[in-house]
């Protein structure tokens, strides 16, 4: 088995590419921009698992990059997490439109473009699954992140049709959706409705695969909170102002 993290360096992708090294002995190519940190990453796991794992270069921004990324791929892999992805500074991007433009080409964009040659290629060979690492602040927008909340909501969106056109070839689609776990990209922010250990929500995106789920919340408890989010009336969250 062989599975491809794009977006290399990211703390839940490489929790994620770990369970898959340890339990089903996957070699493992990190995806990343940040090519000596990928490689630095890569002889760490390839050490402590006995699995081959690779750092290549790779760019989300890079969109006419994404194809020949792709093709260029020999073996290709049976499993892609699609874990890049950046979280904006909400009152910066309020009066800075390209640190907004920076966060749907990054979450959405970069996502759209890298996923179509890959879903056409699983597609074609009815096999395959791609994980992508959305977020529960697409569930509901909020004053306090919906510019970043608008980009994982249209790749909450995207996943969702990706997954019903795969369906009938037998290649999957899962969607994850993450609450606060504690990485680099959420470091000196507080949560809100508690938090995941990273290697949870690692071992639940495995679990995940191995179970054949299409769309799953990180940790016990989130998939309940985000259900009353929901449901809560708009004129209930007009008046929480500290969300
Ligand atoms: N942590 C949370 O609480 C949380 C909650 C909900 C959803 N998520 C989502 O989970 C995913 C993974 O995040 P994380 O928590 O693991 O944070 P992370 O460790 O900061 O990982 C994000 C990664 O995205 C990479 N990236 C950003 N722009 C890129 C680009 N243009 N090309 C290639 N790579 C790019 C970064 O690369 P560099 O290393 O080069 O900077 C970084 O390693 C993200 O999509 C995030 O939105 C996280």
Not at 38 to 59: C, I, L, N, T
Request: glycine fraction near 8%.
């Amino acid at each position: 088995m062989l599975v491809l993290v794009l977006g290399g360096n990211s703390e839940i992708g490489l929790a994620a590419a770990e369970q898959f090294a340890q339990r089903e002995k996957a070699d493992i190519i990190l995806a990343s921009r940040n090519l000596e940190k990928a490689q630095e990453e890569a002889e760490k796991m390839s050490r402590r698992h006995g699995v081959s794992v690779q750092a290549e270069p790779f760019d989300a921004l890079a969109f006419d990059t994404h194809k020949s990324f792709y093709e260029k791929l020999d073996p290709k892999p049976d499993v892609v997490i699609l874990a890049f992805g950046v979280l904006n500074n909400q009152k910066e991007a309020q009066k800075n439109f390209e640190m907004a433009r920076n966060t749907l080409d990054s979450n959405l964009l970069g996502a759209v473009s890298i996923l179509e040659p890959i879903a056409a290629d699983f597609e074609e060979r009815r096999d395959g699954t791609i994980i992508g690492i959305s977020s529960v602040a697409g569930d509901r927008g909020r004053q306090s992140s919906y510019i970043y909340a608008a980009s994982k909501a249209g790749l909450t969106v995207y996943l969702d049709g990706l997954r019903h056109r795969l369906w009938p070839s037998g290649a999957r689609v899962i969607t994850v959706l993450p609450g606060f776990i504690p990485t680099k990209m959420v470091a000196g922010r507080t949560p809100k409705f508690g938090f995941t250990p990273l290697e949870t929500a690692g071992r639940d995106i495995y679990k995940a695969w191995k179970k054949g789920r299409h769309k799953i919340y990180t940790g016990a408890k989130m998939r309940w909170i985000m259900a009353a989010v929901r449901v809560l009336p708009e004129f209930v969250i007009l008046r929480i102002r500290n969300v």
